[in-house]
């Protein structure tokens, strides 16, 4: 059965709200409009993706033959007239909330459509919170008794609880919305300093989500993810290794594209491979523990690189820092860098945000220009792509970037 694929970034918001009727920001609106073909390049061969089908269908035009993704862009209007002639398809949101599947049981109604539409869980309120990823650090820390490990995060409810587990330390903290990703939802906090701003955040969050986490800052030299995906009857399957980057404060910057073996030795060199590998084998265990049998679909374990207090000769593994349940721009980074890119070929993809009208569609027609493609065999060996139509009032640009 193919799938009906539909982008819905920053679907934890909605998972906190709970209710079919949510209304995204409107940031979160401009992206999902400006990246809605994003799909186009994770999507199975004889898939749809929901999307503005003209502007699609007219990027996919001036797509090098080579490249085309053999899926197919589509819409209500679409859908509805050609309803009658459609397979069965299979909803596949890019994060599971009440709200995303509520969008894809109107298009049935309204459309007509045969489409097979996951259930929502009440678990998964629970699952898809902060307190999962804790577990499981609590379970690897169990399994490998002998390796020094992060602390593990704590969990309060009152503003006073995080008051006193502050009081007298001296290092840096985290503080984090347990419903939230990509570095979003993050204060912190410096010599157990609570500011005006700290408060007002923690007060929201209180409010809005009942518990705040509190963690130790680490010194993060690298940031990466394993990717996975969980069939829902106790089968974890893993997928790759993406590797990652993120601005001061954690917010998602890009991932390297290259072979997996690029991307672990990436890795390897700065750690022990012994490790890497034993952690490996321990998250896994976690994640049969904790999610084979409660959750269908693809996720994302985010992890680090720290460089320790103890300042030892090699660096850390932080092996669970957060959970995405979700479709993860890892897996978007593993599908490119196997499907894009030619042999011992290197780059990044990466998305970045222009406020002003125009601004990034110079910038799309400045690299376009710079970097243009090289292709050798259906693959990319150098040159710049991008992923999603550009027009005047695009604000988001997913990009591609090979290196020569």
């Not at 089968?235 to 672990?264: D, H, K, M, P």
Request: proline share 5%.
């Amino acid at each position: 059965m193919n799938n009906l694929h539909l982008f819905n970034p920053g679907h934890e918001t909605a998972v906190c709200f709970g209710k079919e009727n949510y209304t995204p920001p409107s940031n979160v609106l401009k992206m999902m409009t400006d990246l809605s073909c994003l799909p186009l390049w994770y999507a199975e061969e004889g898939d749809f993706v929901l999307t503005k089908t003209e502007e699609c269908i007219g990027y996919l035009a001036k797509l090098p033959n080579e490249l085309h993704p053999r899926v197919y862009p589509t819409d209500s209007n679409l859908l509805k007239s050609m309803g009658h002639f459609m397979p069965e398809l299979k909803a596949a949101p890019w994060g599971l909330s009440p709200h995303s599947l509520h969008i894809f049981r109107s298009l049935q109604k309204e459309c007509n459509i045969s489409l097979d539409i996951p259930t929502w869980e009440a678990h998964y309120s629970t699952l898809f919170n902060r307190r999962t990823a804790a577990e499981c650090l609590e379970l690897i820390k169990s399994a490998l008794p002998g390796y020094k490990l992060p602390d593990t995060p704590v969990f309060c409810s009152q503003l006073e609880e995080i008051e006193k587990y502050l009081s007298g330390k001296r290092n840096t903290y985290i503080l984090k919305a347990p419903y939230s990703s990509s570095g979003r939802g993050l204060q912190w906090i410096q010599n157990a300093r609570l500011s005006p701003n700290n408060y007002r955040w923690i007060n929201g969050v209180l409010k809005k989500q009942q518990m705040v986490s509190i963690e130790p800052a680490l010194d993060n030299k690298q940031d990466f993810a394993m990717e996975f995906y969980s069939d829902g009857i106790g089968n974890i399957q893993y997928l790759g290794v993406s590797v990652f980057g993120t601005a001061q404060r954690g917010a998602y910057e890009g991932n390297l594209l290259g072979s997996q073996a690029f991307l672990e030795e990436t890795i390897g060199q700065i750690t022990k491979q012994s490790c890497y590998t034993d952690i490996k084998d321990a998250l896994t265990d976690s994640l049969k523990k904790k999610i084979a049998f409660a959750y269908k679909g693809y996720f994302g374990v985010d992890m680090l690189l720290y460089c320790p207090q103890s300042n030892n000769n090699f660096l850390q593994i932080h092996p669970c820092v957060e959970i995405n349940f979700r479709t993860t721009m890892g897996i978007i980074a593993l599908s490119l860098s196997k499907n894009l890119l030619a042999k011992n070929s290197t780059g990044n993809f990466n998305i970045r945000y222009y406020g002003k009208n125009n601004t990034a569609l110079q910038c799309y027609q400045k690299y376009k220009e710079r970097y243009p493609l090289n292709i050798s065999k259906g693959k990319i060996v150098s040159g710049y792509l991008s992923l999603c139509p550009v027009k005047e009032n695009t604000s988001y640009l997913a990009n591609v970037l090979v290196q020569p």
